[in-house]
């Protein structure tokens, strides 16, 4: 590698690389001295060679290569620095048939590429790597043709391997978790073996299962948050029928962990109670379920409603059970707000109200 007179002041700075671009004989290619080059390549040398961001470019139909600092420290002994100035087909004809396509693409005029956590293999320091990565292939115009291909990436290795580790673990979570949940339904049927017990088994083994199934619905999104329509809609689903009896509306909304679990308990404890006593006994109840916010003398608030209609007259309960008490003390502390059970012959209604900011910034 010769070395030249400085150039012109698009090739200043840059770092290590930059001192190696000015270096470099480039009259030994086929771009010919810098002084030459298309003004769209010097401009993007000169903003590739000054970003921290990694950054490469392949140019012209041998694909000659240039790359900045950022990108260098991407590579091992094996490509750095006998890249800079090498065509691209050789250089990486390892992962040629993976990279290969998407730089035809730009080339031909067919637009830019977008790749997000994409496996693309990296020999470096004797042996090849599984490495991820989320970058993008722009064309570089050159007289209103594509002159060559800017590359902008980011090594995502770390994060793609950090979200592998979780999934494996909240896997291993639900397997626990189930399993608890097998022997405690296995427990329940031994304690509740005679045959008077066996209503209080069912009612026990169906809130066993309405847990089970919001904690399918959170490992999903790792235990950090849910759809409220997607709580709603999981938490229904042993009730439903083709009947559609059920009507849900309400705006993107999403809950936390914590919320999601005690509405999905509290919906079984509903439905379970419309199938025997409400709007579900009878083939004409409805039951309709929404949420939105609105304005109270405090300011916006959340607002969830279930309200069923068309089934027998209600009238208040003479005592409050384990499943009422859930429903009103477990959502009133999870979302801290006020749950309000209404008994009007007409239909129970439950109304959840809380300020929004319970729902925009919800404890996990």
Not at 180 to 199: I, K
Not at 250 to 279: C, D, F, M, W
Request: glycine share 10%; hydrophobic share 40%; with cysteine.
């Amino acid at each position: 590698m010769g070395r030249v007179e400085p150039v012109s002041d698009f090739l200043a700075g840059g770092g290590e690389m930059g001192d190696l671009t000015r270096a470099f004989d480039w009259s030994s290619t086929s771009l010919g001295s810098p002084e030459t080059w298309p003004q769209s390549l010097r401009v993007t040398v000169r903003l590739v060679l000054n970003s921290r961001h990694p950054m490469f470019i392949w140019w012209g139909p041998e694909l000659i290569q240039f790359y900045n600092d950022a990108y260098r420290e991407t590579m091992g002994p094996e490509m750095h620095p006998s890249a800079l100035g090498a065509g691209g087909r050789a250089c990486w004809d390892d992962i040629w048939d993976i990279i290969g396509p998407q730089i035809d693409y730009v080339m031909s005029g067919k637009g830019s590429t977008w790749n997000v956590d994409q496996l693309v293999p990296i020999t470096r320091h004797g042996r090849r790597e599984d490495v991820w990565w989320t970058y993008s292939y722009g064309p570089i115009d050159l007289d209103g043709k594509v002159g060559g291909v800017l590359v902008v990436c980011n090594d995502v290795t770390s994060e793609h391997r950090a979200r592998e580790a979780l999934d494996l673990a909240n896997h291993e979570l639900q397997h626990r978790v189930k399993n608890t949940l097998a022997v405690l339904s296995a427990v329940a049927a031994q304690t509740f073996r005679d045959t008077s017990s066996q209503s209080a088994l069912e009612i026990y083994q169906g809130r066993l299962a309405a847990f089970g199934r919001a904690h399918d619905l959170l490992t999903a999104s790792h235990w950090i948050e849910a759809q409220l329509h997607e709580v709603v809609q999981t938490a229904l689903a042993p009730y439903r029928t083709d009947e559609g009896r059920f009507d849900i509306s309400g705006p993107a909304t999403i809950v936390r962990s914590r919320q999601a679990l005690s509405l999905s308990l509290a919906i079984h404890e509903l439905a379970t109670n419309a199938i025997k006593y409400g709007a579900l006994s009878g083939p004409a109840g409805r039951i309709s379920i929404t949420w939105e916010t609105t304005e109270l003398d405090a300011g916006s608030h959340f607002v969830f409603t279930w309200q069923e209609t068309g089934g027998p007259a209600v009238s208040c309960p003479s005592g409050t059970g384990f499943g009422s008490r859930l429903i009103t003390r477990v959502l009133k502390d999870d979302f801290n707000g006020t749950v309000e059970l209404s008994y009007k012959p007409a239909g129970l209604r439950c109304r959840l109200t809380t300020p929004i900011r319970n729902i925009e910034a919800a404890p996990g």
